[in-house]
């Protein structure tokens, strides 16, 4: 008969991870950040201590893939060690990053760490709890085979928990590994599925449990907001809380303001520092990269567009009245003129027409983009890791054309002081 105890489910550490991106928009800001994904484990051993947990469990990511700098490996075993000294065993499913990971196979785990084989899925029982564990490595970083109808059934008179590196039945953008759906894991008559690999948090279902913990740090502006592992409470044999532990050392925050109406920069400024605030005090002091996009209709949409580099600069100003540390990762500006339905345009007569209508051209110049999408994957061979992502360029390309015509349209049309 299952007892009352607690576990900490934790998944996709990313150990290593470089941030995506920031490096190249502001380098001062990526200094400040590097560390935080290490400096957030360790937060998160010694909240799991003070919990005095039972057991850890880690569904799958633990680095973050072709890594051969061991000194990642030696972190990951000084701080899981912790857990082992304490009398606390780890158990783990091995993901796609850690598949393919030169770090997970050279160094060896502490004792006390457990991790599923890859060719079958096994079982461990805890009997002075009263609890099975099941689980099943990725042997390869792209596994397509439904690995949850591969487990066993539930062990009978246990607390049954099912560790899985999966997307289910698909969370884009995230790739749709072992592949599975809530059914799938329902037929195992598991009490609890700790899952991995979605680095959003997300309670799926709560008969039975299953729980994307999410990732333990956001690494670019497609991570935003807080992140950590859960807690599991069981009492009786029953699922009785699960509760996050929120231990990021650096946030990412995607903010959209609606500009609607307003009739002066001042107002816009003032909207982005009252959408500013709650986030600012949520981050309790954290590093925040934070992204911007205006939205809405609006008379000053001319004006926004015209001052290009500037409202930028502003809005960084605004930014740093609000937070301790925050940076502008990017400021988008999509806002538009009453009347309109898209990018800004110029009358027929505009003696500028024929540069809009050489922008035009660009914009659906097939050939170029194509070139543009070879030199990018040249480029990106070059750059270190923490470059952009290829899709981030490409998105880029688009969005440098529309902005030059907006600005090109504001500038003509008087929109600059």
């Known amino acids: 008969m299952a007892q009352s105890f607690k576990f900490l489910h934790m998944a996709d550490l990313h150990l290593g991870s470089p941030l995506k991106g920031l490096a190249?928009?502001?380098?001062?800001?990526?200094?400040?950040?590097?560390g935080a994904s290490r400096e957030a484990f360790q937060e998160l051993i010694d909240r799991a201590l003070i919990e005095a947990v039972d057991f850890a469990v880690i569904a799958g990511d633990i680095y973050d893939g072709e890594w051969r700098d061991t000194s990642i490996g030696h972190f990951f075993n000084r701080e899981i060690s912790r857990l082992s000294r304490a009398g606390v065993p780890v158990f783990i499913v091995k993901g796609n990053h850690d598949a393919e990971s030169e770090v997970t196979r050279a160094l060896p785990l502490p004792q006390g760490v457990h991790v599923f084989a890859a060719d079958v899925a096994g079982t461990v029982e805890l009997d002075s709890l009263g609890v099975a564990l099941h689980g099943r490595s990725f042997a390869t970083r792209a596994v397509s085979e439904n690995f949850a109808l591969s487990y066993p059934p539930a062990s009978p008179n246990r607390f049954n928990i099912g560790l899985l590196h999966t997307s289910l039945t698909g969370r884009p953008p995230h790739e749709p590994y072992a592949p599975c759906s809530l059914a799938d894991l329902a037929s195992r008559g598991y009490d609890y599925w700790a899952l991995g690999h979605v680095h959003e948090f997300e309670v799926v279902s709560s008969d039975p449990h299953v729980v994307y913990p999410g990732n333990l740090q956001g690494r670019s502006i497609r991570e935003p907001g807080a992140k950590g592992a859960v807690v599991v409470e069981v009492v009786d044999g029953r699922v009785a809380e699960v509760r996050r532990l929120i231990v990021d050392k650096a946030r990412f925050e995607l903010v959209e303001i609606d500009v609607?109406?307003?009739?002066?920069?001042?107002?816009?400024q003032t909207r982005i520092r009252a959408a500013l605030a709650p986030i600012a005090r949520a981050s309790a002091g954290k590093p925040v990269a934070l992204r911007l996009r205006l939205t809405g209709t609006a008379a000053i949409a001319r004006r926004l567009a015209a001052l290009g580099s500037r409202l930028a600069d502003e809005v960084q100003a605004t930014i740093e009245q609000e937070f301790e540390?925050?940076?502008l990762e990017k400021l988008v500006n999509d806002s538009l003129e009453p009347g309109r339905a898209g990018p800004l345009q110029l009358e027929a007569e505009t003696p500028l027409i024929d540069t809009l209508a050489l922008i035009a051209g660009l914009e659906a110049d097939e050939d170029l983009k194509a070139e543009a999408g070879r030199l990018i994957d040249e480029i990106a061979a070059k750059m270190p890791a923490a470059g952009l992502a290829r899709e981030d360029m490409l998105a880029e390309i688009d969005r440098l054309m529309l902005e030059a015509r907006t600005l090109v349209v504001a500038r003509a049309g008087g929109g600059e002081a």
């Open 325 to 327: 540390e925050a940076f």
């Open 24 to 34: 190249m928009r502001n380098a001062g800001a990526a200094g400040r950040i590097e």
């Open 260 to 268: 609607s109406d307003a009739d002066s920069e001042g107002e816009v």
